[in-house]
């Protein structure tokens, strides 16, 4: 049975963030809200916006992927139901909120390090914003405008 699109965006949230904290979670929330309403580029003509679109979209989230090198991804999508609290800020994104700090942010990531390069992805489309808990976030520079 396929999972409701707030199903799947709950799942989504706790899979990404669900140790970043309401604020790192909300941040994730985001980036995948600004995707489905960004009105050009890349997220625009793929999510066409549509959230499942933008969350099964090949190559962007861990947690939808089943396996890394062949094998098997226990961090997925699938195998970790989401709690109330994910629910509750699924439901808070996709009722029109953004978390402030965030802005127009596409990327997120973790670098594993005390500081986030200026530019993500590295093909110049997104330029550093802020960092939440332990995800560096980017908003879209004019490159992005071009994919």
Request: glycine share 10%; net charge neutral.
């Amino acid at each position: 049975m396929a999972y409701s699109d707030r199903e799947l965006f709950a799942r989504i949230i706790k899979c990404e963030a669900g140790g970043e904290g309401e604020n790192g979670m909300k941040g994730v929330a985001s980036v995948i809200m600004n995707r489905v309403r960004v009105p050009y580029g890349e997220y625009h003509r793929i999510g066409e916006g549509n959230v499942r679109q933008i969350i099964y979209q090949k190559g962007q989230f861990d947690c939808v992927r089943s396996s890394f090198g062949g094998a098997p991804n226990p961090q997925t999508i699938w195998a970790n139901p989401p709690d109330q609290i994910h629910y509750d800020i699924a439901d808070w994104a996709l009722s029109g909120h953004r978390l402030f700090t965030i802005g127009y942010s596409l990327w997120y990531f973790n670098p594993f390090a005390p500081s986030c390069p200026y530019t993500f992805p590295y093909n110049g489309t997104g330029s550093f914003q802020v960092k939440v808990g332990q995800h560096c976030f980017y908003n879209p520079t004019e490159t992005y405008a071009e994919t």
